[in-house]
């Protein structure tokens, strides 16, 4: 990984200075500010409902100093308890125990880290998750789904010291909902239509065998 890349955010503002403690604590990672290395997901990112435009805010950032988690050298395990305790309830009732459970077996504290970079829990996800919380998923099923349609990796900015080594890029280029609304669109379709055609509910492990291990 380069010690200097080019990070975009997508939204309906323009933030030249993003501040440290907005947002939502319920997102992937908890509270953070969200980017992405793809300047097309921003972009869609940036128009989440039909009609109303948007903007890609671009920042600079030096890594050199910074600590950074990278999900994907993390065990799916980890990833999935850090995902379930930021969007416990997300789901239907069905799969909280076994949510619960999960939490238990097992633990995992991202505390400390400047950066996590990861999977975005897009809307499509959502579904992947939940079928793996209700029984019809292996483990290995749902580690391939999380990389399906091209749905995105996501830089999660997490402290005050991350926060000051982002440097905005002039001008935020404002994106048309007419154009890529659709394309948002059409990327979370593709990752479902790519589950439905790699869906095999007898491979693998399913949830109870994990947590009965």
């Known amino acids: 990984m380069p010690n200097k890349i080019i990070l975009y955010h997508g939204s309906r503002e323009i933030l030249e200075k993003p501040k440290f403690g907005k947002g939502n604590k319920n997102n992937d990672y908890g509270l953070g500010f969200y980017t992405t290395p793809s300047k097309d997901l921003a972009a869609e990112w940036a128009v989440p409902s039909e009609g109303v435009n948007g903007y890609v805010n671009a920042y600079s950032i030096d890594l050199t100093n910074l600590s950074i988690l990278d999900m994907d050298n993390e065990p799916m395990e980890h990833w999935m308890s850090i995902h379930v305790r930021n969007r416990l309830g997300s789901y239907v009732n069905i799969v909280e125990e076994n949510q619960q459970e999960w939490l238990e077996k097992f ?80 990327r979370d379709n593709k990752a479902r239509k790519d589950y439905k055609d790699m869906k095999d509910k007898r491979q693998g492990s399913s949830i109870y065998q994990i947590l009965e291990d």
């Open 107 to 186: 633990p995992f504290n991202i505390s400390g880290y400047d950066i996590i970079k990861g999977w975005r829990a897009d809307d499509s996800y959502f579904s992947f998750v939940r079928d793996f919380f209700l029984g019809g998923l292996s483990l290995q099923k749902l580690k391939e789904a999380m990389k399906l349609g091209g749905l995105g990796i996501q830089y999660a900015v997490m402290t005050p010291k991350a926060f000051e080594s982002l440097k905005f890029i002039s001008p935020a280029e404002e994106i048309k909902s007419e154009i890529y609304y659709p394309k948002r669109i059409s």
